[in-house]
């Protein structure tokens, strides 16, 4: 069936450097959408990208669609420890009849901050 | 503003007893609900979603069920629960169409001994 895979899992860095988490889906897709989830809370709403190419900034946090819009990436300049959490990719399913389903979440990539 | 509340936040429950988890949404009508667990440290796991009252699609069949007896109220239940139930149990909901961005509650987190 379909998937969105993210990598990596999980991603230990010093305070201060830059961190990356890739999303790729099995299928194109109509949009991608980005969650975070900070320990003990729940997923909270970042950014919808819709374009293919398209990039968006969010202060530090770079988000970019691919081309094929089968992938997408986040990725944040000089992490701080209020970055720590859980960065979730979610991208629309296809049902048998062609048309979009629910949203499909990656399983995450878990980022912590060393201070 | 729209608001979605779920209770309890934290519940105990021994094998073999029922559960009721409630969700309701403030300041939208007819929106897309889903219930999601989350196991500790893993993803979210679609259990249920609905369009609609009365309307309830599984997507995973288990011990569980869920109901919408109200348009803006989500009920998460269980006859008996099973130790693999404990998880952190989410509710969300979208606007009409399911691939909107969706909005999640504060979670209950359930301990099954």
């Known amino acids: 069936g379909q998937q969105v895979m993210q990598i990596p899992q999980y991603q230990h860095v010093q305070e201060g450097e830059d961190f990356t988490t890739y999303c790729n889906s099995s299928?194109?897709?109509?949009?991608i959408q980005w969650y975070k989830q900070r320990p003990g809370g729940h997923p909270v709403f970042l950014i919808q990208?819709?374009?293919?190419?398209e990039v968006k900034k969010q202060k530090r946090l770079t988000f970019q669609f691919g081309e094929a819009k089968k992938n997408s990436s986040l990725h944040i300049t000089a992490t701080q420890t209020t970055d720590v959490g859980t960065y979730f990719c979610a991208g629309p399913g296809w049902n048998y009849g062609g048309s979009q389903g629910n949203l499909i979440f990656g399983k995450g990539t878990k980022l912590s901050v060393k201070p | 503003s729209q608001t979605i509340h779920q209770w309890p936040a934290t519940l105990v429950q021994p094998v073999g007893s029922p559960l009721s988890l409630e969700c309701t949404v403030e300041g939208t009508s007819n929106p897309n609900l889903y219930w999601y667990r989350q196991a500790a440290g893993r993803g979210l796991q679609l259990l249920f979603y609905?369009?609609?009252?009365?309307?309830i699609s599984s997507e995973v069949p288990q011990n569980l069920s869920a109901s919408r007896p109200q348009d803006r109220q989500f009920i998460l239940s269980s006859k008996k629960l099973l130790l693999s139930d404990s998880g952190f149990y989410l509710c969300a909901w979208s606007a009409t169409a399911s691939t909107d961005t969706q909005y999640f509650g504060p979670g209950t987190r359930l301990t099954v001994l």
């Open positions: 609905s369009v609609g009252i009365g309307q």
């Open positions: 990208l819709v374009k293919s190419g």
């Open positions: 299928t194109t897709l109509s949009n």
